[in-house]
């Protein structure tokens, strides 16, 4: 097993930036592609960004596609989430999970998950 734990989130101004971050322990870190999930009040856990176990690839959901950049530290056993030019709706709380899976944006095919982390931009 892999155990997350995120962190970064606060409060900021719409147009402000926060960097999360996801530590790991357990099971060896590189042997899971990571991915950051969000889920705001009334809606439906949705798909952020994830990385490859070697962090050699990664992926974005149109709604952050050029402002938020993933990374990951494999000796550090941490992934992070850059995020830039925030807006109001980028409001809510930022989970990081793992899957053995090669590439996944599929939140029922992440099998470990973080408690979260609260995300809150003002206007």
């Known amino acids: 097993q892999v155990h997350l734990v995120e962190s970064g989130g606060g409060l900021v101004q719409a147009g402000g930036s926060l960097r999360l971050s996801c530590a790991a322990s357990?099971?060896?870190?590189?042997?899971?592609?990571v991915g950051w999930f969000r889920q705001a009040p009334g809606k439906e856990r949705e798909f952020v960004s994830l990385i490859t176990k070697s962090g050699g690839s990664t992926g974005y959901g149109d709604d952050v596609k050029g402002r938020f950049t993933i990374s990951r530290d494999n000796g550090k056993n941490t992934v992070y989430l850059q995020m830039n030019s925030l807006k109001p709706e980028d409001t809510a709380v930022y989970y990081c999970?793992?899957?053995?899976?090669?590439?996944?944006?599929?939140?029922?095919?992440?099998?470990?998950w973080g408690q979260g982390t609260q995300v809150t931009v003002s206007s």
């Open positions: 999970a793992a899957t053995e899976a090669a590439w996944e944006s599929q939140t029922s095919r992440y099998n470990y």
């Open positions: 357990g099971r060896t870190f590189s042997w899971y592609t």
